[in-house]
């Protein structure tokens, strides 16, 4: 946990929640950020990153504009170009990490002319021009907002995130790109969090917690649709000092500024150990699931 207070503001980041059903189960995708990371080092995290300034610019090549993508991510205050900015960094960063190509019409053919052209230096607007491909906004489903606290968070900058749930297309096969990350696997939430639980992998909040949402659910179709039929929630996370362990609660606990509940699952999570923990456990995160 970071303990000094940061001056910077929250610098807007898209990420992509991919998933696909498996023989267990709901799976979802994850890859391991690279050990020299600044953010997340060594950590499995969703596909996802930092808005760009050129993001707006490049939205032209989305199947959908700002106006009517605002609808669904359900923040009035956004500019129609920051909407598609948002939107359009999701897909970015999800092909850029993963080489997954969420556009209309392209499969695994057009994602591994466009993953190559890539790897050339061209921007995937400009790829995805001469391949008449546009982008498939409307396949991102907004799910949460994390904004990173002043103090307290996990890494020494701040991001206001947008998660999405996305349906990993039928045909490609998603990879890590060997720069950004080094590994990546499909997992069931509740494996993932049992691989966290014996130290096999690293987990971060915003993951640890969205897992723990996500174990709830049998399948995709049951996660996009609790998605859609709700606000995505903000998600601000509160950090105290409880008998001399830190502490990082969420809305709807009774030490948070917000008393609705955000997320299902534990309110609060334990740094203990060198990882974050809820009180009762890893029963707790499946508490009523």
């Known amino acids: 946990m970071n303990l000094e207070a940061l001056d910077q503001p929250a610098r807007d980041s898209a990420t992509v929640v991919m998933l696909r059903d498996g023989a267990q189960g709901l799976e979802v995708f994850l890859v391991k950020r690279h050990g020299l990371s600044d953010v997340l080092g060594g950590a499995y995290v969703f596909p996802g990153g930092k808005v760009d300034a050129t993001d707006a610019l490049a ?17 009035p205050g956004l500019a129609d170009e920051a909407v598609a900015a948002l939107y359009f960094a999701a897909l970015r960063e999800l092909f850029e990490e993963t080489g997954v190509l969420l556009a209309q019409g392209a499969g695994a053919a057009e994602a591994e002319i466009a993953w190559r052209m890539m790897r050339e230096g061209r921007a995937l607007d400009e790829v995805l021009a001469p391949m008449a491909l546009q982008l498939a906004a409307t396949r991102l489903q907004p799910w949460s907002r994390w904004i990173t606290p002043v103090v307290g968070g996990v890494v020494r900058k701040r991001f206001d995130a947008r998660f999405f749930l996305a349906r990993a297309p039928e045909g490609q096969t998603p990879r890590h790109d060997e720069h950004e990350a080094t ?8 494996e993932a969090l049992r691989q966290y639980w014996e130290g096999e992998i690293e987990l971060a909040p915003p993951q640890i917690m969205s897992l ?6 049998a399948g995709v179709d049951s996660a996009m649709a609790e998605a859609r039929a709700r606000t995505p929630p903000l998600v601000e996370p509160e950090p105290f ?6 502490v990082i609660c969420y809305p709807g606990d009774e030490r948070h500024s917000v008393r609705a509940r955000a997320l299902p699952g534990p309110t609060r999570l334990h740094w203990r150990g060198g990882r974050f923990e809820p009180e009762g456990g890893l029963a707790d995160l499946f508490a009523d699931a």
């Open 241 to 246: 000092e409880l008998q001399g362990v830190r």
């Open 59 to 75: 939205a032209r090549s989305l199947d959908a504009a700002g106006a009517e993508l605002r609808v669904a991510l359900a923040e």
């Open 212 to 217: 723990a949402h996500l174990s709830r659910h």
């Open 183 to 190: 590994e990546s696997c499909w997992l069931t939430p509740r």
